[in-house]
Structures are given as C-alpha cells and as structure tokens.
C-alpha cells in the first residue's frame, strides 16, 4: 500500500507541476485511479498528501488543482526570495569542492543544450544544487514546496532564450561570489535574481 500511494503522489505531483492537470481542473479519486491503474485508495491518500503541500484542494466529488490569485503567487515569490537568499547566504559559508564541482557542470549542460525547455530544466537543477551546497535541509524542504507551487504556474516566458542568457549570466555571478566565500554577495544577488523572476512571473499573469 505504500509503495502504491507513494507511485500515486509521484505521478500526480509530475502531472500537476507539468501543466497536465492544470489549475481547476478536477481530480476524481476513481477516475484518476483508472489512470494510474490503481485504486481509489492510495491515490486519496496521494491527493490528501499533495494537499498539505498546497498543490489540490478538496471539492465536493474529490479535489481539484488548486487556482491562486496574483497576489498569492506574489506571496509565495516573496517567500521563495528570502529562502533563496539565505541559500546563498549559506552557500558560500558552507560549500565543498563537490557541491562547486557540480553547480559548475550544471550550468554549462544549460549553456551548452539547444533545447530551451532542457535548459530551464538544468537551471532550475542548479538551483536545488544550490540549496544542497548551502547544508541546510529545512530550507531545502520548504523550499521543495514553494517550487511546486509556483510550476503550475510557470510562464512560457521563461523559456525565451534572452530570459535564458540572462538565467545564466545570473547563475554564473552567484556562483562566483559562492566560490570566493563572498556570502553577502551571494545573497544580495540571489535577491536580484529572484526579485526579477518574479516580476516575470507576475507580468505573464496579468496577460491572462
């Protein structure tokens, strides 16, 4: 049983954070069952899961992916650039030659793909990089959390490729100030950083 609700959780959390199962949309615990090829249990017991994590939200025949406003998102960005900037912080008081060695390879397979979804997908990889070099698990957590729910709402935006240069010439400054054990550096770039996804994010809201 566990394993089936575990399997049920990964499945679901992909496809809502994928744009699968987009905001609103209802999440029957049978017909999702059907799916999956599982029963109506271990997919309410995943459902129940993704809850606490803020991503459904319950509805009269099940749950549905939850809808949040601009002012939410707001909020959760907000959220998202003080954890991140402690990250940073953390980053370059705590780091090991590893934790470099593979931020570093990180950001040149970003560099180097062609793809522009690939290239996002390694950029924010850097970033969950990032919090493991900082050795700080609750806000690696936290952080884990406020991810998913901002994926759902991710704009296409961010996979242009004059967003995507300048991603990496962002990432690039971070690390070096990481590198040189510069923390408030890191931090206060990480700020900027953040603050302009962000205003990206927002911005392709307001479009809708």
Not at 40 to 60: D, H, I, K, N, S
């Amino acid at each position: 049983m566990v394993e089936r609700e575990s399997y049920a959780y990964k499945q679901l959390r992909e496809r809502i954070t994928a744009g699968e199962y987009l905001p609103g949309a209802m999440l029957v615990p049978a017909a999702v069952g059907v799916q999956l090829g599982l029963s109506r249990t271990p997919v309410r017991e995943a459902m129940q899961r993704l809850e606490y994590e803020g991503l459904v939200v319950q509805a009269p025949r099940g749950y549905r992916v939850r809808e949040r406003s601009a002012e939410e998102i707001l909020e959760i960005c907000e959220a998202r650039i003080a954890l991140e900037s402690a990250i940073a912080y953390s980053a370059a008081a705590r780091h090991t030659e590893l934790d470099l060695a593979r931020l570093a390879r990180l950001l040149d397979k970003a560099a180097e793909s062609s793809d522009p979804v690939t290239s996002l997908a390694l950029h924010n990889e850097w970033h969950t990089a990032l919090r493991a070099a900082a050795h700080n698990q609750t806000i690696a957590e936290l952080m884990d959390r406020l991810d998913a729910q901002l994926r759902v709402y991710d704009a296409k935006d961010a996979q242009a490729e004059s967003n995507l240069q300048q991603i990496e010439a962002e990432h690039r400054d971070i690390l070096a100030a990481v590198r040189s054990g510069d923390a408030e550096s890191a931090r206060v770039l990480m700020i900027a950083h953040q603050s302009r996804t962000r205003d990206l994010r927002i911005a392709a809201m307001a479009k809708r």
